[in-house]
């Protein structure tokens, strides 16, 4: 249901391909909410037999169509936002590796461990450049709301692998 309502909120930015579109999602919101190429094209096709948006006629680059959001559309999103419902579904295969794991499997989680201090710190440098873009949107309350939120989460996974790692190196 929310994947609906995500590419209706990305639409509601500006109208995009279904390629254009995933990679936005993935650039944009996809630090906390991942879609997948066929389901953003599944879904852009209930969004258009629903009415909640539409094809546009012009063709976008290598002859890609353009979606739009509609009027309806527009209302359905205005909808979903005001009904004070929300879910937080969350999933970390790392974590979940960690909790299962053994000593003996230290090693390898280790590894797995540094990759992901690594990422997020290449995701740290990500943040600073997306801050720099919000500061130039004329109406960027919303995303800088969500940007600190990210930068936060970022800066505190951060420091809780750094404490996990060398705790772990201290068994070894």
């Known amino acids: 249901m929310s994947t609906k309502f995500a590419l209706l909120g990305l639409l509601n930015i500006k109208k995009m ?14 630090y906390f909410w991942n879609e997948s190429y066929s389901n953003v094209h599944r879904t852009l096709k209930i969004l258009v037999d629903e009415e909640l948006i539409k094809k546009l006629p012009e063709k976008g680059s290598r ?21 004070h419902e929300h879910t937080t579904i969350y999933r970390d295969e790392l974590l979940l590796k960690l909790f299962v794991s053994k000593h003996n499997d230290y090693p390898a989680l280790l590894i797995d461990l540094k990759n992901a201090l690594n990422e997020l710190r290449e995701q740290k440098q990500i943040y600073s450049k997306l801050q720099e873009f919000v500061s130039t949107r004329p109406d960027n309350l919303s995303y800088d709301l969500v940007l600190n939120y990210g930068i936060v989460e970022n800066e505190a996974t951060i420091k809780w692998l750094e404490k996990s790692i060398k705790r772990i190196e201290e068994t070894l």
């Open 17 to 30: 391909s279904a390629y254009n579109l995933a990679k936005f999602a993935k650039e944009s919101i996809g």
């Open 63 to 83: 002859n890609k169509n353009i979606f739009e959001i509609t009027d309806l559309g527009r209302q359905a999103l205005s909808e979903w936002l005001s009904n």
